[in-house]
T-cell receptor
Framework: QKEVEQNSGPLSVPEGAIASLNCTYS??????FFWYRQYSGKSPELIMS????GDKEDGRFTAQLNKASQYVSLLIRDSQPSDSATYLC?????????????FGAGTILRVKS | EAQVTQNPRYLITVTGKKLTVTCSQN?????MSWYRQDPGLGLRQIYY???????DKGDVPEGYKVSRKEKRNFPLILESPSPNQTSLYFC?????????????FGPGTRLTVL
């Protein structure tokens, strides 16, 4: 079974700080990596996708990918209380028919004002 | 508005009483999927469908059925619900099942089986 591992948290950071969320995956052939944000009782929403080694920045969010280490991370700069949510890491897994997303259990982030 | 809808949003039922959770998308997506989400376990795939009349089991299919008679609809059927199926359920869709496709999620259905 292909796996995606995340620290469940909660990760607590003060407002304005950088929040660092980490994820490791077991499938070496995975090529696509996604971060979803999920507020309590709501559906996941995509905030970042990354396909190549290195960094990808979008506003306050930066995704980092290291395929050799099978590691992907999400940095949130200038964290705001509205960033408090569960962050799900998802990794594609190649199947016979196409691709499937495998999700981690999520990291709870709490931003304290 | 492009969206995935689910009904009902909340459901409390009793063991053994058949139920159906509907899912519909208006984005002309080929691929649709059902997940359940339980604390500490993340999203686990129940069933998926590559296209009309093409469905297959995901990681946790026991106790569930699905059908895909039209591209836009992908209902989840629990023939004889049991308490261990109490969970938060999400339907999702994407254009196809490409590695770079974004999955769009419905609002979720919170099911309680007594």
């Amino acid at each position: 079974q292909k796996e995606v591992e995340q620290n469940s948290g909660p990760l607590s950071v003060p407002e304005g700080a950088i929040a660092s969320l980490n994820c490791t995956y077991s499938d070496r052939v995975s090529q696509s990596f996604f971060w979803y944000r999920q507020y309590s009782g709501k559906s996941p929403e995509l905030i970042m996708s990354i396909y190549s080694n290195g960094d990808k920045e979008d506003g306050r969010f930066t995704a980092q990918l290291n395929k050799a280490s099978q590691y992907v991370s999400l940095l949130i700069r200038d964290s705001q209380p509205s960033d408090s949510a569960t962050y799900l890491c998802a990794v594609n897994s190649y199947m016979e028919y196409g691709n499937k997303l495998v999700f981690g259990a999520g990291t709870i982030l709490r931003v304290k004002s | 508005e492009a969206q995935v809808t689910q009904n009902p949003r909340y459901l409390i039922t009793v063991t053994g009483k058949k139920l159906t959770v509907t899912c519909s998308q208006n984005m002309n997506h080929e691929y649709m999927s059902w997940y359940r989400q339980d604390p500490g376990l993340g999203l686990r795939q129940i069933y998926y469908s590559m296209n009309v009349e093409v469905t297959d089991k995901g990681d946790v299919p026991e106790g569930y059925k699905v059908s895909r008679k039209e591209k836009r609809n992908f209902p989840l059927i629990l023939e004889s619900p049991s308490p261990n199926q109490t969970s938060l359920y999400f339907c999702a869709s994407s254009l196809v099942a490409a590695s770079t496709d974004t999955q769009y999620f419905g609002p979720g259905t919170r099911l309680t089986v007594l």
